[in-house]
């Protein structure tokens, strides 16, 4: 195997091993050609499970539960049907990220009016799912191992993007925490000014019943009669 597909794939399965993740495959063009580029890869049972090679239509549509309406009017080689052989390995295996290969290695496209070398390539965890495309240009054999590379590249790729976005979205979170601390201080604080005005100006503040320089028990105005 091309070593820069096997670096790629290296790069790949280091950050499944950095949060325990598991991955799957669902291929077609590419003939199980990434399953086995990854489980080249010692330990490779620790985050592999299982994958699917799914060359027909029948068996894209009962093994990984693609769409025959999609298959029928648009073929398999289409960004849809990319994500759908993803979701549908990764539900299947229980796999925390899934990778799908689906395109036309060559040397001609029988039945089909799209160019050669082109290749979608999906990508899907329980949270995003992502397709990506491209043409590329060789032999039979050239355009698998391209695909395969194109298609680790586009893994690491979706996987550092999602992890940007989970970071902002927890900065995010504690950003909108931290406000409705300082916020419901401020709402306090307020109150509590709005009590100690209220307070001050009182009428039993400044208001006595008594009669001015009497104090508390000054009786000498009652008249105290005896039984």
């Not at 295996?93 to 689906?102: E, L, P, R, V, Y």
């Not at 790729?157 to 995010?172: F, G, L, P």
């Not at 925490?177 to 100690?196: G, I, L």
């Amino acid at each position: 195997m091309d070593e820069e597909v096997q670096a790629l794939a290296a790069r790949l399965v280091r950050r499944l091993k950095e949060v325990n993740a598991t991955i799957t495959i669902a291929e077609s063009c590419t003939g199980g050609l990434l399953a086995s580029t990854l489980t080249d890869i010692s330990g490779a049972s620790d985050w592999f499970g299982q994958s699917w090679v799914c060359y027909s239509y029948e068996s894209k549509i009962n093994e990984l539960d693609v769409q025959r309406e999609l298959l029928e009017s648009k073929g398999a080689v289409n960004a849809t049907v990319a994500i759908q052989m993803a979701d549908g390995a990764r539900i299947r295996s229980g796999a925390d990220i899934a990778i799908s290969i689906t395109g036309i290695a060559g040397p001609v496209a029988l039945n089909s009016n799209k160019p050669v070398g082109l290749v979608y390539v999906g990508i899907a965890s329980a949270h995003w799912a992502n397709a990506e495309s491209v043409q590329m240009g060789g032999t039979r054999q050239e355009n698998k191992i391209s695909f395969v590379h194109f298609a680790l590249k586009t893994a690491i790729d979706c996987w550092d993007k999602a992890k940007v976005r989970k970071k902002d979205a927890i900065a995010e979170k504690k950003k909108v925490a931290a406000d409705a601390v300082v916020a419901r201080a401020k709402s306090d604080a307020e109150k509590a000014r709005r009590a100690a005005d209220a307070a001050a100006g009182a009428p039993w503040q400044d208001e006595s019943w008594q009669e001015p320089g009497a104090s508390v028990g000054d009786d000498t105005d009652i008249n105290w009669e005896k039984e």
